[in-house]
């Protein structure tokens, strides 16, 4: 089992429409939790930190359920530019690394559509 | 402006010609790390440096190599590459906050 799932899509979502997807992941002992994203094989960038609270950005909300292990990323009023690929990335914690092994999903794919 | 740069962007190769990656940043960081990237298997860590002179294995560090011999470099060594290592590599490094990783480019390798 990945440590890291996300369900690969493509989500087709017209614009200024709302999307949701949830990324689960295994390790319990998790600490921190992100958002990427990723242009079409270019370098990922970091879309936004997941606070317990739950947090906004702007159109973004990103939501933390500890209990059944998942995050998840909410786009309001999608924009063509929102058109990318999302990663779920989490800070395992407890390993020889001791800055936090981050675990990387595969990603979900939005595509936004005019 | 802060970035982190590699080289070669692309390379296509034949199989057992060594070959090296090179990562640059100049944004002070001591945690840098390689990462190899595959059509739904996300990002793989293949190997990390907390520090110069320290450097660990991440999840897939067979038939690679890495150095750290001063902050700014991390270069990855590909000695005998063999087609299973076509792969996106990305090399990336970690501030302060342990949170934000910031990713070079990409080096696109095909192995023939």
């Known amino acids: 089992r990945k440590e890291v799932e996300q369900d690969p899509g493509p989500f087709n979502v017209p614009e200024g429409a709302t999307v949701a997807f949830n990324c689960t992941y295994s390790?319990?002992?998790?600490?921190?939790f992100f958002w990427y994203r990723q242009d079409c094989r270019k370098e990922p960038k970091l879309l936004m930190s997941?606070?317990?609270s739950g947090n906004e950005d702007g159109r973004f909300t990103a939501q933390l359920n500890r209990a059944s292990q998942y995050i998840s990323l909410l786009i309001r009023d999608s924009k063509l530019s929102d058109s990318a690929t999302y990663l779920c990335v989490v800070n395992g914690g407890g390993t020889t690394d001791s800055w936090g092994k981050l675990q990387f999903g595969a990603g979900t794919q939005v595509v936004v559509t005019p | 402006e802060a970035q982190v740069t590699q080289n070669p962007r692309y390379l296509i190769t034949v199989t057992g010609k060594k070959l090296t990656v090179t990562c640059s940043q100049n944004m002070n960081h001591e945690y840098m790390s390689w990462y190899r990237q595959d059509p739904g298997l996300g990002l793989r860590q293949i190997y990390y440096?907390?520090?110069?002179?320290?450097?660990d294995k991440g999840d897939v560090p067979e038939g690679y190599k890495v150095s750290r011999k001063e902050k700014r470099n991390f270069p990855l060594i590909l000695e005998s590459p063999s087609p299973n290592q076509t792969s996106l590599y990305f090399c990336a490094t970690r501030g302060q906050a342990y949170n934000e990783q910031f990713f070079g480019p990409g080096t696109r390798l095909t192995v023939l």
């Open positions: 440096s907390m520090n110069v002179e320290v450097t």
């Open positions: 390790n319990s002992a998790s600490q921190s």
């Open positions: 997941v606070y317990s």
